[in-house]
């Protein structure tokens, strides 16, 4: 497990995390998000004491990361995979990282085969494609047998096949009951991935809590209806005291009735359908909404809010401040 108590970090007059406070549970996959400068490399990085906190605490299982005698074989992480040496193989970088923690050589092979790098292990990493050092500085978090994992953008570089792989070794790991806890800015990946969220902004804490209850608390469920016959769907709808907005195309939105008894009610009345669909927000644009405050660089296309959001898009509900537990 990792807690954090109250961690602030400060550069000058600059506060980059803020008396963060959340603990990151085994057996699940957390993912870590937030917009650009949010705070979370700076976070990250003093789980692991390469940026000391201004005040606050970081434990992992209890102790600081310093007081580990051998930390690969407590906590494994990628956080820059150019950090390996150029100049040697990639089976000598991980055998260095291997007697430094005295973990037994053969365990190098064994990661090696685990991210598919066998065949490479012994070429220069200077020559390592991204996605190959990805797999490098994946295999390097894996060396020590780790029960906590902490990845960085782990499917930067990765190839299809690659992502997939990486997704379903977090999602096996965790099962295993190891504390699995990944920042990435591919939503529609954390989406697949992960099962808890850790949202910040401006280094405060957004949202601690499980993806499906963030995605219900920050987004408006409704029901599309197309019809060729809308103006007497519409007749039947209001006499039944079920408002519906026109939103163009021959379709409705409706609020507060379930898709099931939308169809019901057409079928009675003997109204073709051609959609019945029921709406709900993506974890991305759940995300966007929630951070729209926090967002230190803001760019928007023509034809959307400030939020990134397109305009006259879904309408949102729910309480964002009920989010902020830690």
Partial sequence: MIELEALTKRFGTKTAVDSLSFRVRPGVVTGFLG???????????????????????????????????????YIGALLDAKAMHGGRSAFDNLLCLAQSNRIPATRVADVLDTVG???????????????????????????????????????????????????NLMKALAAEGRTIFVSSHLMSEMALTADHLIVIGQGRLLADTSMA?????????????????????????????????????GALEIDGVSAEALGDLAAEHQIVLH??????????????????????????????DASGLPLGGPRWGGDDSALGGS
């Fill in 213 to 249: 209850d963030f995605i219900q608390a920050n987004s408006r469920s409704y029901v599309r209806v197309r019809s060729p016959h809308q103006e007497r769907l519409k007749d039947v709808l209001a006499s039944n005291g079920i408002a519906a907005v026109g939103v163009g195309a």
């Fill in 35 to 73: 917009p650009n400068g949010a705070g979370k490399s700076t976070t990250m990085r003093m789980v692991l004491d390469l940026d000391h906190p201004t005040s606050g605490t970081v434990r992992i299982d209890g102790r600081h990361y310093r007081e580990l005698d051998e930390p690969l074989k």
């Fill in 275 to 304: 959609e019945l669909s029921p709406q709900r927000a993506s974890l991305e644009e759940a995300f966007m909404r929630m951070t729209a405050g926090a967002v230190e660089y803001h760019a928007h296309a023509p034809g959307e």
């Fill in 117 to 167: 790098l066998t065949a490479v292990a012994r070429r220069k990493s200077k020559g390592f494609s991204l996605g190959m050092g990805q797999r490098l500085g994946i295999a390097a978090a894996l060396l020590g047998d780790p029960e906590i994992l902490m990845f960085d953008e782990p499917v930067n570089g990765l190839d299809p096949e690659g992502i997939h792989w990486i997704r």
